[in-house]
């Protein structure tokens, strides 16, 4: 069975930096990208960022472009994210999909889908 379990979350204030980590097992994700989607209270989850099993193909949402960086090493993923800002407060959750398209930003939730259980990401003003 795959689980995915995520670490690294906590309080930060903005301006500052987080790294968030992620690690797969349980199965063989190396044919699946592995990206990070966010909700925070009374919205829907959104895509944060993708990297693709190979090759070094990454994905990014317009909101943390040029500020988070998304890095892949076999079946663990991980988030650097810089210049934090108090809408970035979410829970984080880490995504293992064995599909590599813009579905990334546009379906937050596909069948094929693995998801770890969110880390809290809480960035004060």
């Known amino acids: 069975q795959a689980l995915l379990v995520e670490s690294g979350g906590g309080l930060v204030q903005a301006g500052g930096s987080l790294r968030l980590d992620c690690a797969a097992s349980g199965r063989t994700f190396s044919l699946y990208a592995m990206g990070w989607f966010r909700q925070a209270p009374g919205k829907e989850r959104e895509f944060v960022a993708a990297a693709r099993w190979s090759g070094g193909d990454t994905y990014y949402s317009d909101s943390v472009k040029d500020r988070f960086t998304i890095s892949r090493d076999k079946n663990t993923v991980s988030l650097q994210m810089n210049n934090l800002k108090p809408e970035d407060t979410a829970v984080y959750y880490c995504?293992?999909?064995?599909?590599?398209?813009?579905?990334?930003?546009?379906?937050?939730?596909?069948?094929?889908?693995?998801w770890g259980q969110g880390t809290q990401v809480t960035v004060s003003s």
């Open positions: 995504t293992a999909r064995p599909i590599w398209d813009r579905t990334w930003y546009t379906q937050s939730k596909v069948s094929e889908d693995c």
